[in-house]
């Protein structure tokens, strides 16, 4: 039974990609449905849901703890504690709905498993091509909503402007763009020092993605010799072997 369970945790078989990916797959459906349920009124069918959806990412940060050799390193990693936020958010609603956007960062731990990348790179030639673009687009994804919720949750009831996740989402992406349209103002010491949050890290983000889609700070070819893929723009020599390189940049014939 261990043995089973390791081998489609950690293992490199057909099978337990197949696992990952379904893992994957759930993840994504799971913050699809928090987002939709989000912007509407919880009935008694979405609340049990949350709490299927809980109980099932709960036993799988189980068999993960089990599996782990190294208990007190796996308890430290930031992985662990965005499970840890995903569990609880669906299982304890008492903590309040805005809290829910933490779901998104289990999705933020699978992206960034290596075994996860590695596959995805493997399988799928678009997204070997354009990694750094996935990976910073999760990054402000995650930041977005995540944002987005804590906001919810404590300037929903006293802020008059944000009465939905409608208007939580409208504010965070026009203070993290700049727009800043002024039609919503946070509240208090604490809403203004979030809007700052907001603008220091969240630009920092989108300016990251801009400059992956327009001024990529690393090319991808091979190096001939050792296989390194990544390269500086105006890389001469490949930095592992010495050995020459021929990229191709603007104006080069």
């Not at 799928?124 to 995650?142: H, S």
Request: hydrophobic share 50%; proline share 2%; net charge neutral.
């Amino acid at each position: 039974m261990l043995n089973s369970l390791r081998t489609l945790y950690m293992g490199d078989t057909a099978a337990a990609h197949r696992f990952r990916y379904a893992l994957l797959f759930f993840d994504l459906a799971a913050i699809l449905f928090v987002i939709i349920t989000s912007f509407f009124e919880h009935t008694r069918a979405v609340e049990i849901a949350d709490a299927v959806i809980g109980a099932l990412i709960l036993i799988d940060f189980l068999l993960r703890i089990w599996l782990e050799s190294d208990r007190g390193q796996f308890l430290l990693r930031l992985a662990t504690w965005a499970d840890i936020a995903a569990i609880v958010s669906f299982l304890a609603p008492i903590a309040g709905e805005g809290v829910g956007f933490l779901r998104i960062l289990r999705t933020l731990r699978l992206l960034h498993s290596y075994q996860m990348l590695a596959r995805l790179r493997q399988d799928f030639r678009f997204f070997r091509e354009n990694e750094d673009i996935f990976t910073a687009v999760t990054n402000l994804g995650v930041f977005l909503f995540v944002m987005t919720g804590v906001i919810y949750a404590t300037q929903y009831g006293i802020n008059p402007d944000i009465r939905n996740y409608a208007d939580a989402l409208y504010f965070t992406v026009t203070t993290l763009t700049t727009t800043g349209f002024g039609d919503i103002t946070p509240v208090g010491t604490s809403g203004r020092l979030l809007a700052v949050l907001v603008m220091i890290f969240g630009v920092t983000l989108f300016l990251r993605l801009l400059q992956v889609l327009f001024r990529p700070s690393k090319v991808r070819q091979e190096c001939e010799t050792c296989g390194l893929f990544l390269h500086d723009a105006d890389a001469v020599h490949c930095k592992h072997c010495g050995k020459t390189l021929h990229i191709r940049t603007e104006g080069s014939y």
